[in-house]
């Protein structure tokens, strides 16, 4: 993709998305399923970086394809394609919106942004668990870990992703060697 184009790609996408990052990382994903040029363990290692690292989705993932892509220029044209739908959306509708907001028009579309996205969540959380389990089992371990280690043992959660990593690193050096 030259630089024109990741703008444009993430323009499009961000333009016509609503409910976040989640959403947008579905369409994300329907995109670069059609170019066919990266594979499913390079892009679902692009997520978990994307999700790990604070900020929002959309611009983390925008950023990672951008640098996969086109290096800093890359990033730079994906993220500004990410960013500039919702900023000028967000500016010129939020006034009409407040001001609309309690009509059943207004009200009955947000019910069906809702539903759509829930939809597009739905299929982004079973693409990214079934890629994980068929890429083997030991891939679930670092989720299993963080989910016990917050919901059974109440340990911050910054120490259970630390956890996490701890057991995916020693899995790595047990494979390696």
């Known amino acids: 993709m030259t630089i024109v184009q990741l703008f444009f790609f993430f323009f499009r996408i961000s333009a016509v998305t609503f409910g976040g990052g989640i959403v947008i990382l579905g369409m994300v994903k329907l995109g670069i399923a059609e170019r066919q040029d ?14 790990s690292v604070p900020g929002p989705l ?44 309690g009509t059943p028009e207004v009200q009955g579309f947000f019910k069906g942004v809702l539903a759509g996205t829930g939809a597009i969540i739905t299929m982004v959380v079973f693409d990214n668990v079934r ?28 120490l259970s992703m630390l956890a996490a990593f701890l057991v995916q690193l020693t899995r790595e050096k047990l494979v390696l060697r």
Do not use: H, Q
């Not at 389990?133 to 043992?153: D, E, K, M, T």
């Open 131 to 158: 890629s994980t389990l068929s890429c083997g089992w030991w891939n679930i371990v670092p989720f299993v870990v963080v989910i016990a280690l917050i919901g059974i043992f109440g340990i911050n959660p910054l």
């Open 38 to 51: 990266i594979s499913e363990g390079e892009f679902s290692d692009m997520v978990s970086l994307a999700a």
């Open 58 to 101: 959309a611009v983390s993932i925008a950023w990672l394809l951008g640098r996969y892509y086109r290096g800093l220029k890359g990033s730079m044209a994906a993220v500004a394609g990410a960013v500039l739908p919702p900023f000028v959306i967000i500016l010129i509708l939020s006034p009409i919106i407040l001001k609309y907001s």
